[in-house]
């Protein structure tokens, strides 16, 4: 629990790590067991020095939900998390801070209210059709490659009005790029402006990226909208009559590129490896999507009663989230779980940790979709299930994100079966998000 009055100025318990890097390269080497055996070694409020300075995991939901919510003024995203994705979001609303924040997160906000996301569920359903009309019967594919393609597909029909047919493997190859450049140890420990491989990769993202954006924004500027988030930036102007600079549109536009497919379509592919390795689960699945769909595409009307399918997103999400941790900074000194956190701290919670603790999840490391009743739901602490975080910061894309991964799961599931391939396993890499270090291959049968 948190404290108005410091109890303990010292380090809480923690591992020693190693002279200079600490303990980064135990935790680039093994981010999950890293923060897992902290927890389960430690406790709640977990310690250790790094480079930067202090750092402390906070692994209990009461102590993540007074920094994300009751306290939130006074955490920003920090130097962490703005060395890591600045170089290639800018000032976007995922990293940017104070009034900027507040103004490009409301003008962007209608976006994803009701009466938009009902308009979304058609697109999304398009977009999957057009995929799988291109899968063959017993064919292997890509699997989480597939799902990054048409997940780019949808954020940009739905959020920019745009067909990115003809840059999707430009935007892809960018992305990809900077998330494998972006999980460098170098860029931790050498001054910014040292120009290290990664860091001229991550330059050449950019660069490969801001070209198709640039040209979104043109096209919308000749060519504007009524409802997509481009043209309403161009359109909107401060209490000066001032507009955005459309570099900041550019930060925009590229923050909702990334955060809005990558997330998703990680939680497709550990979804669809979880009941590969579950065909109970799948099996109960589809006779869900049998009695309810009949056949038919899904729609928004029908996820009221896919409350299996909604149940197996919900799991997936719980045991591998796609954003396996979030980072903190306190602006001023606060008092967590009984420790001082000074200013400019690292403040690190992990989802990972959290939705595998026993105390909250019997069986925790199970895949158990039926465990999702309303009654567990109200049972479990506010914060012990946070894939989408917490607080003003949450993300403002989380109800998109829902609607997507149920429409799409349904589609696939209702036309296909899919096998992994012999050997196939689930290693995971944590920069931004826990992703696939390679490709989910999974043999697809139609049904």
Same mark, same amino acid.
Request: charged share 25%.
């Given at each position: 629990m948190s404290s108005d009055t410091p109890t303990a100025a010292e380090m809480p318990p923690g591992p020693d790590g190693l002279p200079v890097v600490g303990n980064y390269l135990a935790?680039?080497?093994?981010?999950? +067991?890293?923060?897992?055996?902290?927890?389960?070694? $430690? &406790?709640? /409020? /977990? #310690?250790?020095?790094?480079?930067?300075?202090?750092v402390y995991q906070l692994n209990h939901p009461e102590h993540i939900?007074?920094?994300? *919510?009751?306290?939130?003024?006074?955490?920003?995203?920090?130097?962490?998390?703005?060395?890591t994705l600045s170089p290639i979001t800018g000032n976007g609303i995922l990293n940017s801070e104070g009034a900027i924040w507040r103004r490009n997160r409301h003008?962007?906000?209608? !976006?994803?209210?009701?009466?938009?996301?009902?308009?979304? !569920? &058609?697109?999304?359903?398009?977009?999957?059709?057009?995929?799988?009309?291109?899968?063959?019967?017993?064919?292997?594919?890509?699997?989480? +490659?597939?799902?990054?393609? /048409?997940?780019?597909?949808?954020?940009?029909?739905?959020?920019?009005?745009v067909d990115i047919e003809g840059y999707v493997d430009d935007v892809a190859l960018a992305l990809e790029e900077f998330m494998q450049a972006s999980d460098n140890l170098s860029n931790y420990v050498l001054p910014e402006g040292v120009p290290t491989p990664s860091r001229r990769r991550i330059r050449r993202a950019r660069d490969r990226l801001d070209r198709v954006v640039y040209e979104m924004i043109e096209h919308r500027r000749d060519d504007p909208g009524e409802r997509d988030v481009i043209s309403m930036l161009l359109n909107v102007t401060d209490e000066e009559g001032e507009g955005l600079s459309t570099e900041q549109?550019?930060? +925009?536009? /590229?923050?909702?590129?990334?955060? &809005?497919?990558?997330?998703?379509?990680?939680?497709?592919?550990?979804?669809? $490896?979880?009941?590969?390795r579950h065909p109970e689960a799948e099996r109960r699945l589809v006779?869900?999507?049998? +009695? *309810?769909?009949? &056949?038919?595409?899904p729609t928004m009307a029908d996820l009221s009663e896919l409350t299996y399918t909604e149940q197996?997103?919900?799991?997936?999400?719980?045991?591998?989230?796609?954003?396996?941790?979030?980072?903190?900074?306190?602006?001023k000194p606060d008092v967590v779980g009984g420790y001082e956190i000074p200013t400019g701290a690292t403040v690190r919670m992990h989802q990972w940790v959290v939705h595998r603790d026993s105390r909250w999840y019997d069986d925790p490391l199970a895949f158990k979709p039926t465990r999702w009743t309303p009654e567990f739901e109200k049972s479990l602490p506010k914060l012990a299930y946070f894939p989408f !975080?917490?607080?003003?910061?949450?993300?403002? #894309?989380?109800?998109?994100?829902m609607l997507e991964a149920r429409l799409l799961l349904a589609t696939i599931y209702q036309r296909f079966h899919l096998e992994l391939t012999p050997d196939t396993q689930l290693n995971l890499s944590a920069a931004v998000t826990a992703r696939p270090k390679d490709d989910v291959l999974t043999t697809v049968s139609r049904r």
């Open positions: 935790f680039v080497r093994r981010p999950f +067991e890293f923060m897992t055996k902290n927890a389960r070694e $430690y &406790g709640d /409020v /977990v #310690g250790w020095t790094e480079i930067d300075g202090p939900e007074h920094v994300l *919510v009751q306290n939130n003024q006074n955490y920003i995203k920090g130097d962490a998390f703005q060395r003008l962007i906000q209608p !976006a994803f209210g009701p009466d938009r996301i009902q308009e979304y !569920a &058609g697109m999304m359903t398009d977009c999957i059709e057009d995929l799988l009309s291109t899968w063959a019967d017993g064919e292997t594919r890509p699997f989480h +490659e597939d799902m990054m393609e /048409v997940t780019l597909h949808i954020v940009a029909r739905a959020l920019f009005g549109i550019r930060d +925009e536009v /590229v923050t909702l590129l990334l955060a &809005g497919h990558e997330t998703t379509a990680l939680s497709l592919t550990f979804t669809a $490896y979880a009941l590969a006779a869900e999507l049998d +009695e *309810v769909l009949d &056949g038919e595409t197996v997103v919900k799991e997936s999400m719980r045991l591998y989230p796609p954003v396996p941790g979030i980072v903190r900074e306190p602006v !975080a917490a607080g003003p910061r949450r993300c403002i #894309g989380d109800r998109f994100a």
